[in-house]
């Protein structure tokens, strides 16, 4: 045949010389050239037939492209000549209104025609624009939804249901191919009807109660397909052996042996047969969800979550047969759980196997046969309980004798859900590799895969489950707290009181750095396991509830455990006792640790998600005020608030006591002027080297509370202590010297100074530069300290207007012109 067409190419004429070569050709010229050159015989005959009907083709040609260029020039003009036209009718009514008298009656005429007339005549033209598109669509959307009709209703896709009975027999046979093949074109025009329907939503908002007609009319016909559809299925599953037979000798005995899954077993025209039902389900869902989604954005109604259904029609007929036997181990539940694992697992790798094709295939790229296939039995799981086990268990937790028994019961299948949900997730973790590690504590889809899901849709339940909950760890805490050892801390986190200690870090954050005792370990713990029980709710709001009603709850109860803790010891300056400061510390140490770990919980995105959707729902109910604060802001803040009550009642037991034991060994006798006769009982030279005898023995009480308290406090809390300590001090000696009259000679103010160096040796261990805290103290040392003439001098300046310069030139600061006045002037020369 090649050197046929290529003599042919060499004995055309001349003329022709400008054709491709024969390894130019497209593939569609090659074609046509063996079609018509078979034989050499063909070449002869068909030559001159082939050039003339050629020859043919392209004389129409030019004739319908001349054809094409006479019309353009003809319309180009005629819409030149309309524009011209239009152009002179708009230049003469410009000059009519310009040449027109402003008070003749033509004027009036044509702002009457302009002003009023033409804006109702474009608004009657839109109207009847509108009017067309509308009939125009309603026609379009009318025979579409028509031939629909006839074909569900009149064609016998209606009435194949009951002609499936016999399918059983007749797998082969070309009958039900035929019928899905019908039910694929219904769904089909339903699909087409669904793409016009939002075409016409975006363009023609107007048309809503047309499009309200149409889905009223595709529901009721897919009232029908559907019912249809899934008989049919189920009468194929039922043909294939599905579900398998249980080994009743050891279900009895709460085992099951391995099953053969019937999907794996099917044969070729079996599978087809399954595959195109399969497919039919799939459609007639992904239509549904289409329809679902439009009129959630639309219409605003609730949304629903859509399973998928052909893997839901594989679970039904196992709940059914499972039932038998889990109303059997009504008193022995963990069997049941046992059950649905080991068949979820058990036919997880044929159900990937076999349907994750066909989901493919269906283009259902949001689903997963491991993801759908566990999800549907954890449902039918949840509902055995919910209408079998939970409803006798609420009534009977009404009465008051059986009370007991139903929450040990209650809390005992909490537990085996908690532990079954974890296997579950376990079975499609390995194939959802784009979640996080710890997906089902931050949502998605370990969540969905949850039989807690049965206390979303029963609040009642919800409620009754965290009160059991909070009752069981109040118990657990108080169990925690007859132990000795509840309110102990490691001896080996203790810090010794000396000098050369190295200044503690007050970046916190565990128990140890926190001084706590063990009891606040055990409180955290208790609240965490009630959280991490709730983690699976599918509902954020029920989550929420849940940690309100328990978790929260409980960290109330436990603040006033602390402050118990604290009453319960005498803890006055009357009575000083180093028990109760280590009591108080203890309970503030607790508060502090606990406080932190509830501000890092908080701050976790699980808990930003559900403080974000209880504010939302606040401001949906309009009847709470919204807080911007965290989650466990209200908790947080009683724990500061006793925190810093503690801290004051041990600063005021401090001062208190400091200053009862100055009071009462009169320490301004040893500062009273030597005119008097009432010298101190010692010399001048050791009045600068021994403390006041008044003084010491309340520093001696201040070091020691002050050692007691930075062993058993926290370091943050303790730099808080000791600073509003040491400011408190400044503020009543400082205070002491102004209300009375004391006279300071040469010999007072030696002493004087003595003590407060004293005093500011028992601050020595907690910063280098202890005087820095006594700033009042440190200014009156300083006036103490001038000379007779400097004294004077600043006398002098204090009645001028350059007192503010000559106290800063002095280094005095805290102190005010009166009592800088006083000082100056109780001073003898």
Not at 63 to 81: F, V
Not at 158 to 177: A, V
Not at 415 to 432: A, N, P
Not at 799 to 820: I, P, R
């Amino acid at each position: 045949m090649r050197r046929e067409r290529e003599r042919v190419m060499e004995g055309w004429h001349p003329q022709y010389l400008i054709l491709p070569k024969l390894g130019k050709l497209c593939r569609q010229q090659a074609e046509y050239l063996d079609q018509h050159f078979k034989t050499q015989k063909d070449v002869s005959s068909s030559s001159s037939c082939l050039l003339s009907e050629w020859t043919k083709h392209c004389t129409d040609f030019d004739a319908c492209l001349l054809h094409l260029r006479t019309t353009l020039m003809e319309r180009a003009l005629s819409w030149i000549s309309r524009s011209f036209r239009a152009k002179a009718c708009l230049g003469n009514l410009n000059l009519s209104l310009y040449a027109s008298s402003p008070y003749g009656t033509a004027s009036h005429r044509m702002r009457r025609i302009l002003g009023e007339e033409l804006p109702q005549l474009t608004l009657q033209l839109r109207r009847i624009h509108n009017i067309l598109q509308y009939l125009e669509t309603a026609l379009r959307l009318e025979a579409l939804v028509g031939d629909l009709e006839d074909a569900v209703f009149c064609s016998g896709i209606h009435s194949m249901g009951k002609m499936f009975t016999k399918l059983s027999t007749s797998l082969s046979s070309k009958d039900f191919g035929l019928k899905q093949e019908r039910l694929l074109q219904a769904i089909k025009a339903m699909n087409d009807i669904e793409d016009m329907v939002i075409n016409v939503e975006k363009s023609h908002q107007q048309c809503h109660q047309l499009l309200q007609s149409v889905d009223h009319r595709v529901d009721k016909t897919l009232s029908v397909l559907r019912p249809e559809a899934l008989a049919e299925h189920r009468a194929l599953l039922a043909s294939l052996g599905w579900p398998p037979n249980f080994l009743t000798s050891k279900v009895e005995g709460g085992g099951i042996s391995e099953l053969p899954n019937p999907l794996v077993l099917i044969h070729r025209d079996e599978k087809k047969s399954y595959a195109q039902s399969f497919q039919v389900l799939c459609a007639l869902q992904q239509l549904q969800t289409r329809r679902e989604a439009r009129k959630l954005e639309t219409l605003d109604q609730k949304e629903c979550g859509i399973q998928l259904w052909a893997i839901d029609e594989l679970v039904s007929p196992i709940a059914e047969r499972m039932e038998y036997h889990f109303l059997k181990w009504a008193e022995q539940p963990e069997f049941i759980f046992a059950l649905v694992f080991k068949i979820t697992r058990d036919f997880i790798v044929g159900v990937s196997d076999i349907l994750q094709p066909m989901i493919d295939a269906a283009r259902l790229s949001s689903y997963s046969a491991n993801e759908a296939w566990v999800s549907a039995m954890v449902h039918m799981l949840s509902g055995f309980l919910a209408k079998r086990v939970f409803p006798s268990l609420a009534e009977r937790y009404k009465k008051k004798d059986m009370k007991f028994e139903v929450v040990s019961l209650w809390l005992h299948l909490v537990d085996l859900i908690v532990g079954f949900d974890k296997q579950m997730q376990s079975l499609v973790r390995s194939e959802t590799c784009l979640l996080l590690p710890d997906a089902e504590r931050y949502g998605g889809l370990s969540r969905g895969i949850s039989v807690l899901i049965l206390f979303c849709d029963r609040p009642d339940w919800l409620k009754v489950w965290a009160k059991m909950e909070l009752k069981d760890g109040w118990k657990k805490l108080k169990a925690v707290l007859k132990d000795a050892r509840a309110w102990l801390i490691d001896d080996k986190h203790r810090v010794d009181f000396n000098v050369s200690t190295v200044s503690e870090t007050f970046l916190l954050s565990s128990r140890e750095d926190h001084k706590a005792p063990l009891v606040a370990e055990s409180a955290l713990k208790i609240a965490q396991e009630m959280m991490d029980r709730c983690q699976n709710l599918p509902a954020i709001l029920a989550r929420v509830k849940f940690v309100r009603s328990t978790v929260a709850r409980f960290f109330w109860y436990f603040s006033n455990v602390l402050l118990l803790h604290c009453k319960n010891a005498e803890f006055s300056p009357e009575n000083p006792d180093d028990g109760a400061l280590v009591r108080a510390c203890e309970s503030i140490n607790a508060a502090r640790y606990v406080e932190s770990k509830l501000q890092e919980w908080s701050d976790d995105v699980s808990f930003l998600e559900m403080k974000i959707a209880e504010n939302d729902s606040n401001i949906q109910k309009k009847d709470k005020v919204v807080d911007d604060g965290c989650f466990f802001e209200e908790e947080i803040k009683f724990l500061a608030e006793l925190e810093t009550n503690l801290l004051m009642e041990i600063i005021a037991v401090v001062l208190r006591q400091f200053e009862n034991l100055t009071l009462e060994c009169d320490h301004n006798e040893d500062y009273i002027d030597e005119d008097h006769n009432l010298t101190p009982n010692r010399d001048s030279a050791a009045t600068a080297l021994a403390v006041s005898s008044g003084f010491i023995e309340a520093l001696d009480s201040l070091r020691s509370q002050l050692h007691v308290v930075k062993i058993n406090l926290n370091p943050k809390d303790f730099l808080d202590l000791w600073r509003s300590v040491a400011d408190g001090l400044d503020h009543f000696i400082s205070g002491s010297i102004f209300a009375s009259d004391v006279q300071f000679s040469g010999n007072q103010t030696n002493q004087f100074g003595t003590d407060m160096q004293a005093l500011f040796l028992v601050f020595q261990p907690f910063c280098a530069r202890p005087q820095a805290f006594f700033p009042c103290i440190r200014d009156i040392l300083k006036l103490l300290t001038i000379s007779k003439e400097g004294v004077k001098q600043l006398l002098a300046a204090l009645s001028s207007k350059k007192s503010e310069k000559c106290m800063q030139f002095c280094g005095v600061s805290h102190l005010s012109f009166d009592q800088v006045d006083k000082i100056l002037r109780n001073m003898k020369s």
